[in-house]
């Protein structure tokens, strides 16, 4: 019962300090202007709003909040001697590297840097020095480098989980441009998850027994560290997401292949963790591993994509979906991404004008036959009310007709913030391009 008191306590303090850091609400605006992105961009391809940033906002702050409670609880268990320093570090090296990607953003690169940069000032006098210099030598040498890579596993779990459930679901419809300038349809996958962990560490030294509990532990934690002056609760706010883009699945199946892959990265990088806490000479290979396997991750979604053909084009049976917009007529009769309208109250449809006239042909009614993704036929019927969507709330795969197309995400943070354009707009001439 003491230790449960003390392990409330001992929270309550984590999640003050949790509160005055400023990483956590560094990543909660990252995810804003992220989604403020994805939400001009609908508009300016599709004319309309398909997502909520604020919603999309608040439920990647629910859902990444039961992510790091559920990687805390599991972290407990573990025993990895994390603290405050490793976090500046941490984000530290994130920062810098999201000035060249983005990308880099994800911890799997600045744990894997940090590491082998900690192997390297083990070589060297510098943490004996008596300046700053010395001061961060000292630091950089303290942070428990297996426990850090199991906590980039944990965390890559817990993003595997969240995209294989909600991935499909934070999918945007996008035009992209694709070979010899021929627009596609295709489908963005953006996902972000501010993840506030907090984790049990024992007490390094008595200068910070203060803030501790020195009760017996009712369970031995897995890695073993020296429990005995002591042990804390420390908050470590964090980040995870994932970025992909399709032209030849539907989200749901990319939403999958992606989970599939985080999965896999952090049973391989976890194994590697413990090995490297087994045997300390395999962290530098384990670092190595972090960033390595997590490239190879972004080769895998690529070499997937290049061995299909575009989903999202015109054929020859219809006018192919790329999108349902929320409440309208097309969501109310089932209709999917994927799927091809063939006839529309009993005429071919080729093209948005024939679509129109097809339409038009019963003002207060339509039926569909439509091709879903299994290539079989279906059909549709509802009644049509005055002010409803005038192309039923599809959003339709390009055609030559389409004027603007994804520009390609901002590479680096400075972009982000200057906010670049979303779209591009097809068929400028050189000097407007040159402008831009």
């Keep these: 019962m003491d230790t449960a008191q003390a392990m409330l306590e001992l929270l309550g303090e984590a999640v003050l300090q949790l509160l005055i850091q400023p990483f956590y609400y560094i990543a909660v605006l990252f995810i804003i202007l992220q989604y403020s992105r994805q939400m001009r961009m609908e508009r300016q391809l599709f004319a309309v709003k398909l997502h909520n940033w604020i919603g999309l906002t608040a439920k990647a702050v629910l859902m990444g909040l039961l992510a790091g409670l559920a990687a805390s609880l599991a972290g407990a268990f573990i025993g ?75 965390l890559h779990l817990a993003e595997a989980l969240l995209v294989k459930l909600h991935g499909d679901r934070l999918s945007t419809p996008l035009f992209l441009e694709g070979k010899r300038g ?21 007490v390094a030294d008595s200068a910070a027994a203060g803030h501790a509990s020195t009760l017996t532990l009712p369970w031995t934690p897995l890695f073993g560290a020296d429990w005995s002056q002591g042990w804390t609760i420390v908050a ?66 690529k070499l997937a994509e290049s061995k299909r053909t575009p989903l999202y084009v015109h054929d020859a049976r219809g006018l192919r979906i790329l999108g349902i917009v929320p409440g309208t007529p097309a969501e109310a009769m089932g209709l999917l991404a994927g799927e091809t309208l063939h006839k ?13 006239e097809a339409l038009a042909v019963n003002s207060a009614f339509c039926k569909l036959e439509v091709y879903n993704t299994e290539g079989e036929l279906k059909f549709a019927q509802r009644a049509r009310y005055a002010g409803e969507h005038h192309q039923l709330g599809v959003i339709l795969a390009p055609d030559e007709q389409a004027n603007y197309y994804a520009a390609n995400g901002p590479a680096s943070l400075l972009a982000l913030i200057r906010g670049l354009k979303a779209a591009n707009r097809r068929g400028r001439t050189e000097s407007e391009a040159s402008n831009l």
């Design 344 to 356: 529309v109250n009993g005429r071919r449809v080729f093209s948005k004008e024939e679509l129109y």
């Design 236 to 301: 470590l706010p964090m980040v995870i997401g994932m970025t992909e883009m399709t032209r030849a699945m539907l989200p749901k199946a990319k939403a999958k292949h992606a989970a599939q892959g985080l999965l896999a990265y952090s049973i391989i990088l976890g194994a590697a963790a413990i090995a490297a806490w087994w045997q300390p000479a395999l962290l530098p290979l384990a670092a190595v591993l972090s960033f390595v396997l997590h490239e190879a991750l972004i080769w895998r979604s």
């Design 80 to 154: 990895a001697t994390l603290s405050g320093t490793a976090v500046i570090w941490l984000w530290a090296v994130a920062a810098l590297l999201m000035i060249i990607r983005i990308r880099y953003l994800c911890f799997a690169y600045s744990a894997g840097i940090i590491l082998l940069l900690q192997w390297i000032v083990g070589f060297t006098p510098l943490a004996e020095r008596a300046d700053w210099l010395g001061a961060a030598a000292a630091s950089l040498e303290g942070i428990d480098g297996s426990g850090l890579l199991l906590l980039v596993a944990l």
């Design 182 to 202: 021929k627009l596609v349809g295709g489908y963005m996958l953006q996902g972000f998850w501010p993840v506030p962990l907090f984790l049990l560490a024992p």
